[in-house]
């Protein structure tokens, strides 16, 4: 994550477009990208655009990803030890006795 997080920066900061980005515009630009990936599958049956779009939705992934690594990155936040935090979080919310094969919230468990 470190070395792509370098990239990143790398890249944004060659073109000085650090003054553009504050927490409101990164979280808008995240979820514009996320979007587009949702915007690749609508109408459409998953297995249809995997097979015709995958590129499509490789660069829509990353897009997402880049924009959770920047994020993260400005507001100090290590997103290794979050996601690791959160799992874990998750993981008492949907205990495998009760969560094993349910698509319930874990407030209907």
Known sequence: MDELTTKILKFRDQRNWGQFHNAKDLA???SLEASELLELFQWKRSEDVIKDKIEDIKDELSDVLYYVLLMSHDLGINIEEALESKL????KKYPV????G???KYSEL
Request: net charge neutral; hydrophobic share 20%.
């Open 88 to 91: 874990e979080k998750n993981e």
């Open 28 to 30: 808008i630009s995240l």
């Open 97 to 100: 006795d009760k969560a094993y």
């Open 102 to 104: 349910s698509n319930k």
